[in-house]
């Protein structure tokens, strides 16, 4: 695999529909490290995060307009499938959300089944394998993998989510709040997770803890909107050390100080 | 009073006494108000089961509100009332379908089982020679009919059906697929409504505009007809079914780099099988007792046709409504000689009648065993919860 690229964003805006949801962002976030997102609710770092693999447009009416460059190549360019560009922009979800009807090996297997791609037996069990020991989840499922992906905890669905998503050997994995329904101790399991990730993985991750941003980021952005029905705007990206010592911008001080939000 | 049962009662702010009361109280006064039915209705002189139930049961709300009202407080008065309605309630919902089990079964289940010249042979032979008051016939041309008429409304109702709900949820969101599908619920919404005969005759109809002879009927026209009623009800429980299926999968299924016609297939539809399977049961069982489309569109015979398009066709419905209608043979002597082929049959006044109620109870057979089939398939699909 060549050496990884930065992902550049260019005078993105996004739209639902009418309405301008994020404003021009410019950002350039840096392959194999962990990039937070924060910021009130409704500030749009959900809605950015989901323009980088064009989950965005799933919603109807919503698109977005600039330049979004992976690996050199911008996925808003004409003739760019969305679905190919998904195949190498993981996410995961807020909400743990394993596919009911299938057992534990084919929901890490869904990237493949769903696709109607072949598979034989054995790459599709060391996949399996491999996967599930990416998401530290192997050693709690390993004896079960024909049981329903929805039996197991919140904490462990998420990590089987997470295993879904790289089983697809995407270049980046975007989370969109992992955590956030999740107790403390798998909480921790998913950040551990996430710091072994990162030598493999460019991430992004929205989160509302800003105790979690700082453990688990290596560069944090901070969004904020100036009141109901104007658009979010990526206010300070920096290193999470500086953001969380001495940010430059007053508002992203009162963030994260606790002064709102 | 002990002052456990004081603070008890200061607790739950009420009286001491207030305390539940085991369940064989609530069946002695149950006992009590029949026996007092019973007593009432004797004065009376007219005592009968039906009557001792009816009564028994307003006396029995009095008697428990009353009782439970001394022994056990207002609130759990108003509980035990509540309770013994919504019994009553679910015995008056339950009544005229076990009846009608029973009276079909009662009617019905003689003739199919000791049915001339053996056992069940009311199943396996048609009406071809059976003439007068013959002990003899049986429902296998309209049971295939029935069967094969449902069958091809279906192939043509369930893949309309289900396409125009995956239109209507999956790929209408926004302009002008919104407005077309905005119009095609209104129109879903008033084919609900048609009367089914009106669908009866717009099948007819719809063939003879094309028919150099008037009087030609078919089977395929009879399905036709059929799905004109199925297609809504297809579409709608569809629709509900494809709704319930949480956004959140199809997301995931789109982060996965899955296209959105796979998603559709393999997650949406497999995910919600198990609705979809139980909504398209019910709109067979639906059409399958339909009689009025089917008497305008295929009409009867007496013998078994396998050819959708080849000329009428026998189905259980109309077969039911043409044997009841008959009502009773006359009997000129004990036996039936069939003057073809000379078989002799006992005679039988009620054999009409009797061939409808065993009709009847085939075509609830047939329901039956669909809808058995239709559990099956959405136990074995149905998303799996447990560990």
Known sequence: ?261 | MSTATTTASTLSGARAAERRLPLWHLLLTGAASLVLAALVLATFGNLSIVGVILLGYVLHLVVTYVYSRVREGRRWAADRVVMLLVIGAFAIALFPLLSLLWKVIVEGGSRVVKAAPHPFAFWTSDMSGVIGGADAGGVLHAAIGTLLITFWASVISIPIGLFTAIFLVEYSSTGWKRTLAKGVTFLVDIMTGIPSIVAGLFGLALFLAFMPDQSVRMGIMGSVALSLLMIPTVVRSSEEMLRLVPLDLREAAYALGVPKWLTVVRVVLRTAIAGLTTGITLAIARVIGETAPLLLTVGMVTGVNWSMFDGRMATLPTFINQQYRAGKANCMSDTVTNVVNGDVYSCSITTNIDRAWAAALTLIVIVMVLNIIARLISHYFSPKLSR
């Open chain 1, 1 to 261: 695999m060549a050496a990884p690229q930065p992902i550049t964003v260019e005078d993105l805006n996004i739209y639902y529909g009418d309405f301008l949801a994020v404003e021009d962002v410019n950002v350039t976030i840096q392959p194999r490290s962990v990039t937070a997102l924060i910021g009130p609710s409704g500030c749009g770092k959900s809605t950015f995060l989901r323009t980088l693999n064009r989950m965005h447009e799933v919603i109807p009416g919503a698109y977005a307009k600039g330049t979004v460059e992976i690996n050199g190549e911008n996925i808003y360019a004409q003739g760019v499938d969305p679905v190919n560009v998904r195949r190498r922009v993981g996410m995961v979800f807020q909400k743990a959300n394993p596919f009911p009807t299938m057992s534990i090996r084919d929901n890490v297997l869904a990237g493949v089944k769903l696709n109607n791609r072949r598979i034989s037996k054995r790459d599709a069990d060391e996949l399996v394998e491999s996967s599930l020991k990416g998401a530290n989840l192997w050693n709690e499922v390993k004896d079960r993998l024909d049981k329903p992906g929805m039996g197991l905890s919140g904490g462990q669905q998420q990590r089987l989510c997470i295993a879904r998503t790289i089983a697809v050997r995407p270049e980046v994995v975007l989370m969109d709040e992992p955590c956030s329904a999740l107790d403390p101790i798998s909480t921790l399991a998913i950040e551990d997770l996430i710091h072994e990730l990162k030598d493999n993985y460019t991430i992004v991750i929205v989160t509302h803890n800003m105790q979690q941003a700082s453990r688990v980021s290596d560069r944090t952005g901070f969004f904020n909107i100036a009141g109901t029905g104007k658009p979010g705007h990526l206010i300070e990206f920096d290193d999470t050390e500086k953001m969380f010592t001495n940010p430059e911008n007053k508002q992203t001080e009162d963030y994260i100080s606790g002064r709102f939000g």
